[in-house]
């Protein structure tokens, strides 16, 4: 269990104004108008609000968020940002650090072994998943020579998910195997 958490997190350019008027103004003509209408106004708020988003550069920063104890450390900075010219709309770029992953991994798995643990197979199953993440993270030294495990993820203006600059739909969808260390 975490025994420290850190959330920062900011939200930037909302253009709250336009925003309210726009939905006062499809709300207000919902309201008055007959079901077809309704749909047509619904669907046009849709389309909308990413283009008055993007227009207005609107961004979630997530900034020296962490967990830890004492065990792991888990690090995420990032962004998310509305693109209009993006298939998805908006593109995000997040890096993960991940101190003490093995330790953590061994302590699942050791615990997973106990008889009298409760949920062996949910815990199990934990560690299962860690260990199988961990293979595609890149395992590097900070300053002070820790070891941690980094992942970059990133959603591009095409719509492609990538993991440490690699297709990461077949990777999380687990049908891809992680690569073999050394290889």
Do not use: C
């Amino acid at each position: 269990m975490p025994r420290e958490t850190h959330l920062e997190w900011e939200l930037k350019n909302v253009p709250v104004q336009q925003l309210a008027a726009t939905l006062q103004n499809t709300l207000g003509g919902l309201t008055s108008s007959t079901k077809g209408m309704n749909q047509m106004g619904m669907a046009a708020l849709m389309f909308k609000l990413p283009a008055i988003l993007s227009q207005a550069g609107t961004a979630l920063t997530v900034e020296k968020n962490y967990i830890n104890n004492d065990l792991y450390r888990a690090e995420l900075d990032g962004d998310v940002k509305t693109d209009l010219s993006a298939f998805t709309g908006f593109v995000s770029d997040f890096m993960l650090k991940v101190y003490g992953l093995d330790n953590l991994i061994t302590a699942l798995e050791n615990a997973a072994a106990e008889p009298t643990t409760m949920y062996r197979t949910t815990i199990g199953g934990w560690a299962s998943n860690l260990r199988y993440f961990k293979g595609f993270g890149l395992r590097q030294k900070d300053d002070q020579s820790t070891p941690y495990y980094t992942y970059h993820f990133e959603l591009t203006p095409q719509g492609q998910m990538l993991l440490n600059d690699k297709d990461a739909a077949a990777m999380l969808s687990g049908s891809l195997l992680p690569p073999i260390p050394g290889e």
